[in-house]
């Protein structure tokens, strides 16, 4: 039986992971450390159906104070500190501890075994405000310390990948949305201020776009990713179909069937103007694409949003 290990598992691309791979027949251990981020109970109920299922086992931990990781075939390391806008000032020494130095705890472990892949969950925010659309050639210039600190994990698998042979592969994220979306995420706040009647808070003026990826087209990257030959590379993951803020939520209202009143405030520090991926490089090497449009995905996340609107909001 394959076995296949999911640091961050009860995060919302983790949690659906675990999932899959528990549907294709995998024995799946999970580790997570359930960081005050966000509420606890969101994470927990994230892991409700994967608790159900014989073959999963979770690990509640510190990947750094975890003294022995479990023998398997994949890694799918996805645990790391999110958040642009928390990552300046006293709080950078956090992300270097979990996004750094965790991955470099894995990485260090698992080069001398005879893993099949490493694939590791990378960011959009490497490419600050390169010239679109992003490029896996481009030279990235992370715009945050959150980019900094995920462009050195990055590096860190293709230094392991050059120097042990690790087979790792690297994913760069773009905005993931959907069933589970993290509560301060921005597709989340807007549906949430929206159902409470309450503005929608637009940092900007709106007209900086963003290019966002569905979670189980993260998902199916992911799973891709692991069982192609690609070791030592860097791939895209997102639509490459970026829209502007307000098109975002003139989208959402006409998902709600509700006119959205928005309050516009100064940009935040770390926010980069656009993104856009390229992701002709995925496509060509992994036969991926997206599944899902912009439209199709906000309808989607809006009826999960509804069925799901206390525990959705952390209450």
Not at 1 to 10: I, P, R, Y
Not at 23 to 34: A, T, Y
Request: aromatic share 10%.
């Amino acid at each position: 039986m394959t076995t296949s290990l999911v640091t961050g598992c009860a995060g919302v691309i983790g949690s659906h992971l675990v999932e899959r791979l528990l549907s294709r027949g995998d024995q799946v251990i999970g580790i997570d450390c359930f960081t005050d981020y966000y509420p606890r109970e969101i994470k927990e109920r994230n892991l409700t159906g994967a608790r159900t299922n014989a073959r999963f086992k979770l690990i509640e931990g510190d990947i750094l104070a975890i003294q022995d990781f479990p023998g398997v075939d994949y890694v799918f390391h996805l645990a790391a500190q999110a958040g642009v806008r928390k990552s300046w000032g006293v709080n950078f020494g956090v992300y270097t501890r979990n996004n750094i130095d965790a991955s470099q705890r894995l990485l260090e472990f698992y080069k001398d075994s005879r893993i099949k892949r490493f694939v590791y969950a990378s960011s959009s925010s490497v490419y600050g405000n390169a010239p679109l659309p992003f490029n896996e050639e481009a030279r990235p210039k992370p715009y945050s310390p959150y980019g900094v600190t995920k462009l050195a994990a990055e590096n860190l698998c293709h230094l392991y990948h050059q120097n042990y042979g690790l087979p790792a592969v690297s994913l760069r994220y773009f905005t993931v949305y959907g069933p589970r979306q993290r509560p301060d995420m921005a597709i989340h706040k807007f549906v949430q201020a929206a159902l409470n009647g309450d503005p929608i808070v637009v940092f900007g003026d709106g007209t900086q776009t963003r290019d966002f990826t569905y979670v189980s087209d993260a998902v199916d990257a992911a799973i891709l990713a692991s069982g192609s030959g690609a070791d030592g590379a860097v791939f895209n993951i997102g639509s490459a179909s970026p829209l502007t803020v307000n098109h975002l939520t003139a989208l959402i209202g006409e998902a709600l069937g509700r006119r959205i009143e928005i309050r516009y405030e100064g940009k935040q520090t770390g926010d980069v103007g656009h993104t856009r991926s390229d992701i002709s490089k995925a496509g060509q090497n992994l036969g991926w694409e997206p599944a899902h449009d912009i439209r199709n995905g906000i309808t989607k996340f809006v009826e999960w949003f509804g069925q799901n609107a206390a525990r959705a909001a952390g209450n």
